[in-house]
């Protein structure tokens, strides 16, 4: 950590700088469980707030303000299974839809995965991991934790104990996008 800690503070990104705003508005909310969303938005709120990036849920009427360090992400919660959109997705990013980042999570897919107790739990590490891509502006993952390509079953296990870290260079590629969004450069595309 004290590494990570040298870094930030090298590139002007120290842990003490101001928290960053990140709005984000979710559409067709009615698509999952009410308590699986709220459970989810919660555990996002938490883990992005360890990292100093406060996650701001907006209602309909705020979501075309541009304040904070990214402009609004879009959540569009889709009910049903696709047939064959991204076979093996719960979910994917397209960070410059529009001008606008989008997110698209397949709720069903969501859900068959885990028993329904255990929705909110996956759903946001989902959450995480897509609003990840947008902010990093950049298609990668990590090796390990919430940002690995594909969980598997002791990811799943240890989703029940604790929200899968960020990997070290998440957190910097994080930090990163938002210096770059603060100071209007564009985010390089990319492909999720």
Known sequence: MRFIGMLLGMA????????CVVRVH???SRAAPPAALFQAKSMVRETFGR???QVQWLGAAARDTDAGCWPPVEIDLEAGL???????SM????PYA???ARIHVFVARVASMVPANRMGILLGHVLVHEI???LQGVSRHSGQGVMKAH?????FRAMEMHTLPFDELDVLLINAGARRSTIGEPLTSANE
């Not at 696709?82 to 093996?88: F, L």
């Not at 979910?91 to 397209?94: D, G, H, P, Q, S």
């Open 132 to 134: 990840t891509h947008v």
């Open 51 to 53: 990292i100093g990036v």
């Open 26 to 28: 979710v559409n067709n």
């Open 98 to 100: 529009e001008g606008r």
């Open 12 to 19: 002007g990104l120290g842990m003490g700088a101001e928290t």
């Open 91 to 94: 979910a994917y990013a397209t």
């Open 151 to 155: 969980w598997d079953i002791p990811d």
């Open 82 to 88: 696709p047939e064959a959109d991204r076979p093996d």
